[in-house]
């Protein structure tokens, strides 16, 4: 039980990582709560859904397309509602609210263009292979999910330090003005972010398609568990993100050792207003 | 005519939303994504009241008040730490808690089942059964809530509100607690949108927690944006709007599942092209 807890919370914990990556990435550089985040991984999930299982095209190809798909909406919301608002010096209090309509609307599209029912995604699934680790048990998906998080987490990290676009990320995240006088093109690279933050969230929902299901309302809890991971471990601080995201699977998966597993978003929010009100910058930010 | 008067009581119980809801956002400047919350614990208290104890409505209501206004209290206090997008990250989160709460406590709310058969008003011997005098207290308890909600917003009281929204720096120095201020307006918004809980439970004599989820809550903030900002008419006529216009939805015939959703892209939408060309809504006073 105890080693299967543990699994359990690495297993949540890399999927947290995925969403939490793109989420810190895109608020880093434009500093408001982006609420369509969540839901960009249920647009992922179904891409794959869409085209595999609708379309009948190699599954592999789906998965190419959909995390690309998942980017392009995401780039698609940044030049058609966020970029205008930015312009128009529109407050962080409008853009979140404008990110929650699209929110809404994107979950309803879906809705009504697969219906509400519990999809899964097609990859041996029945016949997947189970190991076993130290008594706890991890199907191969979950394996999948593990790896693929932690190549993300580094190559992101790799990109954001040494490349000259994440040299310019940083800049904008300082001070975005200024980043625009000494010559960045802020709207361009604020685009790729949302392109990569997004197709990140994609791949989170296609992973999760894979081992459990997909459902349109799938993007809102998944959009809060990489908040919550995003705030407690240092808002916009990617690498806070990642423990942030660790620290709330641990969490959330003991707190359900003894009580039922559907109290689990409730024991997230716990965690989150605990530490808004105790150390509201969050465990990795200074000051 | 039926039909026409459905449209009309669901009106009044968003408009009593929208009130509530605006006294918070509107005029405080407090973006509480929470309002479905305190709009469920209405609902709910009135439901078990009269399926299990068998107390009158019109009781139920105030108690309804009571409970919402204590809930409210202990969550104003810990949200009373935040302001700005953080304020509505945290209200958010108690959305989620209380929803999971009403879906997972299966021994008080029974859960997704939800509560059946609750039944209609009755006072003095009269009962509320028909469509029609529902209406006549749905739109009563609308009447007294605006008239709550204008008598406070003309207040002293609703001054030092717009205040804090304007500057609570500012009003902390003429050495008023802010802290006070935000908290009470908090605890009679919740216990306004409680009032709407009973109505809807009544009304529709059954209560599940999928009523209640965050998707209502923008939904109520939706009204109010729509409506405009710390404008109690605006939130009337935003609520208005929003409960008419997807029933033309009806008329186009599409299957009921579906225009359950196109609500929500309407809502949706009408919330990005507010934030783009309008913020302030159609009567609005301030703007987010």
Redesign the interface.
């Known amino acids: 039980m105890f080693s299967q807890l543990i699994l359990n919370s690495i297993i949540a914990g890399a999927i947290y990582t995925l969403v939490a990556l793109g989420f810190n990435l895109i608020y880093g550089a434009t500093k408001f709560f982006n609420l369509t985040h969540g839901v960009l991984a249920a647009v992922g999930g179904y891409s794959v859904f869409f085209f595999s299982k609708t379309l009948g095209w190699n599954i592999y190809f789906a998965v190419v397309l959909g995390i690309v798909f998942a980017g392009l909406i995401g780039y698609g919301l940044d030049k058609f509602v966020y970029l205008p608002l930015r312009r128009k010096k529109a407050s962080n209090m409008i853009l979140l609210v404008a990110s929650l309509g699209a929110m809404t609307a994107i979950q309803a599209i879906i809705a009504i263009l697969f219906t509400s029912q519990f999809r899964t995604l097609p990859l041996n699934t029945g016949t997947q292979r189970i190991y076993e680790i130290f008594g706890g048990v991890i199907t191969e998906t979950q394996l999948v999910i593990l790896v693929v998080g932690i190549i993300i987490m580094a190559t992101l990290a790799l990109i954001l330090k040494y490349s000259m676009f994440g040299k310019a990320i940083k800049a904008i995240s300082d001070d975005e003005e200024v980043a625009r006088i000494v010559g960045i093109n802020t709207d361009k690279i604020i685009g790729y972010v949302f392109f990569i933050g997004s197709a990140i969230a994609g791949l989170a929902g296609i992973l999760i398609g894979f081992d459990i299901g997909i459902q349109p309302t799938m993007g809102l809890g998944l959009l809060l568990k990489g908040v919550i991971a995003s705030i407690i471990g240092g808002i916009g601080n990617v690498y806070g993100g990642v423990i942030g995201a660790f620290l709330l699977g641990f969490v959330e998966n003991f707190g359900i050792w003894k009580i039922s597993g559907e109290w689990k978003d409730a024991i997230a929010f716990v965690l989150l207003i605990i530490f808004l009100i105790f150390r509201p910058r969050g465990i990795m930010n200074k000051q | 005519m039926e039909y026409l008067i459905h449209l009309a009581i669901l009106f009044a119980i968003y408009a009593i939303l929208g009130i509530s809801l605006n006294l918070v956002v509107g005029y405080t400047g407090l973006?509480s994504?929470t309002q479905a919350a305190f709009y469920g614990i209405g609902a709910y208290t009135t439901a078990l009241l009269l399926t299990q104890v068998g107390v009158n409505f019109f009781l139920s209501i105030i108690l309804g008040i009571i409970i919402a206004a204590i809930i409210s209290f202990f969550i104003g206090l810990?949200l009373n730490?935040?302001s700005?997008?953080?304020y509505?990250?945290?209200s958010?989160?108690?959305n989620?808690?209380v929803f999971?709460?009403l879906?997972?406590w299966r021994g008080l709310t029974r859960g997704a089942l939800g509560i059946a058969g609750i039944p209609k008003p009755e006072i003095f011997g009269i009962h509320f059964s028909s469509n029609f005098t529902f209406l006549i207290i749905a739109l009563l308890s609308l009447g007294i809530v605006y008239i709550v909600a204008r008598f406070i917003v003309h207040s002293s009281f609703g001054r030092v509100l717009k205040a804090i929204r304007e500057d609570e720096k500012a009003i902390q120095v003429f050495g008023y607690n802010t802290l006070y201020y935000k908290l009470a307006i908090f605890v009679i918004s919740a216990g306004m949108a409680a009032i709407s809980g009973s109505l809807f439970a009544s009304y529709i004599t059954y209560v599940d927690p999928s009523t209640f989820t965050?998707?209502e809550s923008?939904f109520i903030?939706?009204v109010i944006?729509l409506g405009g900002l710390a404008n109690l008419e605006g939130s009337i006529l935003g609520a208005l709007f929003l409960v008419l216009l997807p029933e033309i939805l009806r008329f186009v015939g599409l299957p009921f599942?579906?225009a359950a959703?196109?609500?929500?892209?309407i809502?949706?939408?009408?919330?990005?092209l507010l934030?783009?060309y309008r913020?302030k809504g159609l009567l609005g006073e301030y703007?987010?």
């Open positions: 973006l994504i810990v730490k935040f700005g997008d953080y509505a990250l945290g958010f989160g108690f989620v808690i999971s709460i879906l997972n965050l998707i923008v903030l939706a944006i599942d579906t959703q196109m609500r929500q892209i809502y949706g939408v009408i919330i990005i934030m783009l913020p703007k987010l």
